[in-house]
């Protein structure tokens, strides 16, 4: 499989990069402690007001590691569009162009790669932050390695339509706004805050429909609430997202390459 | 063997038009306008394996829209190119493992990573055998004297180095063409002239297809042997470099060093530039005053010591192509 060894060695290069400032890397943790304190603080007040067990079936501590688990994702999102954009801006992207190797893959590969190093950093200091605040007994095995999983396939997916953002900098000059609406559906419809549990039914059966909750809610929920017929079909909804995307971003691509226009020189 | 074929090659760019001030870009945002530019006019050529040809022209003549169409990276309005046999903009991956590119504006490597990575992901991206690949850095290594930098960050290098370590990044697959878009740009003198020296050498030992852009005349002089050249989209010059010279070689510049002092010397086409005492400049415009009759009216007059005849520099050459282009 020369084209997936390929890829790898993309994503490795991009991971070495990532760790090349180690100062950089680790006010990564620091901003995921800080947040972390917040939410708990929220969280407590939340559930002491209102009783500790609700409807949803989430305990604080359940709830606070759910978002423990949905911001290590989050935040190890690459923004790989940011850096494509600026290639389409500066004309760097005509290096990536004449080689041969496809355009999206090797942005999906480099955008994994920047992910990898993240996502260890985030959860290592997440679950340590949020073991000594709420304790360490959520979870379980079972549904730590079902959220390995899932995250693993929901990071392909937020690469896959990151790619997709950047792809749009063929058209327009910033791609940004288009992030942020994909963000805020992250926050929103895709349960980064609050697990699909606690959103009104016919929310909740809209978010279930859409792609979004397959990137936060789902490894989250996999994890605080391991069963197996549950991440099977989450698993199996990311899976038909990614081809979706996939084909996504072979057409667009396809598309962009007959409008190019390479700036400068 | 032709490795470059162009024919009646055409690229049209669409751009938006704004009319200047805030109800300008209001007006723009509801009713955008374009208009369109012909970068590339129906441009023709063929290149043959080996050459070394010099592409150049003003700032947007079209250079680099031509370099980024033969390289597959641009789709072309109209017209046909075939490089080493292929069609760039539908077979650009498979093109991709024969060619090479500099874009010397641009870079390459990957800025925080030290030089050797970017290496080792295009050893694996061109899918070279481990052995072959590290024999041909050895190689490039020693040729390009980049060993010290090897494992330097790149936003460490200074400019010289980190260009020298970008074509041999280009090179490391053993590209039969290898395309040079301002290879030079912004570097000093010394290095100029090493990054020079190794392309030349590279040509001649592995056989390496030249085509280069460039506004350094330098460059062109000491590395090509056949000039385009290239402007508002049409090729108004292909030949040799020496030819280029004497086709838009116009003036003769005459150096002097007489036994009497200076007392002036008046023909139509002959112009003064300098003199001081014993010693004269002088231009001669040749299309009005044949050069031979020049000299002879000088030796006529003056008791000469010593007579140098030079062409002006290959800069003053390409200026003044250049600026009646323009007029055209």
Redesign the interface.
Known sequence: MKPLRRCLFIGRIAARQQLAYRGEFLMRAVAMVIFMGIFMALWSTVYTVSGNATESGYTLRDIVWYLVMTETVMMSSSRIFLDMGEAVRSGAVAYTLARPVSFPLFQAATSLGTSAPRFALNLATGALVVGLGVGFGAGSLPGLLAFLLLAILALLLDALIGVLIGLLAFWMEETQPVFWIYQKLLFTVGGLFLPLEFFPDWLRTISRWLPFHFITYAPARAFVAFAPGEVARLALGQVLYLAFFGTLVALVWRAAQRRLVVQGG | MASITVEALTKA?TSQVKSPGLRGSVRALLHPETRTVLAVKGISFAVDEGERVAFIGPNGAGK?TTI?IL?????PTSGNASVLGLVPWKQ???L??Q?G?V??????L????PPV??F??LA????LEPAAYHERRAMLVELFEIGPHLQT?VRKLSLGERMRCEIAASLLHRPRILFL??PTIGLDVVVKQRIRDLILELNQQEGVTVFLTSHDAGDVEVLCKRAMVINHGEVIYDGGVTELKHTYLRTKIISLKLAVPWQGFDAPGVTVLKHTGYGVKLEVDTTVAPIEQVTSGLLSRYSIVDINIDNPQMEAIIAQIYNAAQVV
Request: glycine share 6%.
């Open positions: 760019f680099s980024k390289t597959g990276i641009l789709h650009r991956q498979q991709a493992y060619i590119a874009f010397g504006q641009k870079s390459q990957w800025y925080h990573l990575d970017s080792d992901l694996h991206i061109y899918a960050p878009d301002e």
